[in-house]
């Protein structure tokens, strides 16, 4: 391969004017030149490692110290869950490695260094420092519902070049300073691009926590000044929306990990008084393509990326991507840019960020032992805020054993509740399970109890 | 285990009914047994949802940037002791 004279062979951590703000964190507003600052100071007192699992909670920690991992050489490995035992998995893969992050925590037995207070303070101010292109940035790793996590490798031109694009689409353009607030772990890959990575490049202030409940959202967007930003999912929103609470307007609600929905993305523009973008996008290639979900059912794809399709299959390339990416959904182009989704080649499902396969969970409830059928699946959104439910036959097994099978198995969202018994599953004479009649056996059972 | 009080056991019947748990009698729910981890085994998404029940049945709004729901949603006592100091509030 040859190197393309236009590229240089490192690009700046941050694009951003020294004296802007990059984050609110303790109390305070961090310019850009003064995280630089903590940067540097940070990566230079990291252990000597060449993998830093990193589990920091709050966002600005998060930022900090996976910048100074790279800086420092390192690269940032960023599990599913801060579960001891997925830690502990990937620490076994990419190794020698320790564990970075700011509060108790169980680190999985691993070395583990605590970021200091002090260390994100307002200290002396540094120029952003550059990092090597092909530099592996980080490791992000998607949970696999049983056996390995998937990893994703992400050069630092990866992450570099696609936060470009991001901030493009997901403000539209837009004039800031923006202010964001997130629901969702930064260490997930749609939180990493938003709430991470953009501030990087983007004229956006990040705000360091990850309210859950609405009253929490509600007092930390009336901290921020206009026009702000929520990066949030489906679920997150649908519990906003539940609270009857009046929240300050927001410009852009950001939603993804989940189909968001006409109605529910309309209620969240009126009450919000926002414009909601839904990203599409997958771990392995990062957020593709975005929709104004409340007015279209069209995605429009992010011009960085080249969409090929064959037969249902479709794979994504990019320059900045390490190799291409085959997508887990079926997309019908109805224009060169413009597409919508026909439903998914696999079975995956995802549950506020946990991805997994319903074909393998249901696999694990029938190796229970005493459950005669069984199947796990997705019901429709009723009143809950969405979570798996299961059928299952089996007369000997109680519900509390089946669910403590999974828990030490899966992720917690993963596991599903309620778990409903019954005589037998409606399956056709080949053994198949249409989807409508087991919705009918779900629908008849539940109006029964 | 000690017995129910009457917004504890009110408390552990929209807990059920709430996150589903079919397999649970609200009054087997020990005022002090752990809701998340160990004990009934909840995660953030049943908080959320439990949360939002709450606000809907009490109008009381939980927040876990407080230190005090951290504590509240250890178990049904102290959960129950911050919805009725709310309510009185």
Redesign the interface.
Known sequence: MTDTPSRTKSAPLTTRPADQHIAFHDGRRITVAQFCGQVQALAAALPDQPYAVNLCRDRYPLLVSMCAVMLRGQCNLLPSSRQPSTVREVADRYSPAYVVHDAEIDTAGLGAFRIPASALEPGEPAPAPEIPLDQLGAISFTSGSTGQSGANLKPWRTLFDSTAVNIRYMLGGAAGPHELLATVPGQHMYGLETSILAPLQGDICLHTGQPLFPDDVRAALERMTAPRVLVSTPLHLRALLGSELAFPPVQFVLSATAPLGQELAAAVETRFGASVREIYGCSEAGSLAWRHTAHTQDWEAFDAFDFRSKGEECTVYADHLPEPVPLQDVLAFSGPRHFTLKGRLSDLVNVAGKRGSLAALTELLQDVPGVIDGVVFQPPHENGIGRLAAMVVAPTVSAKTIAQTFRERVDAALVPRPIVFTDALPRSETGKLPRDKLLAAWRAHRSRS | MTAQSATEKELAELLVQT?????VEPGSIAPEEALFGEGL?L???D???L??AI??TYGV?????DER?REAFANLRALSKVIEAERTA
């Open positions: 996150l589903n748990l079919e397999d085994g995660d953030s998404i908080a959320l949802e949360a939002l606000s809907q709004q939980l927040r876990s940037e729901t």
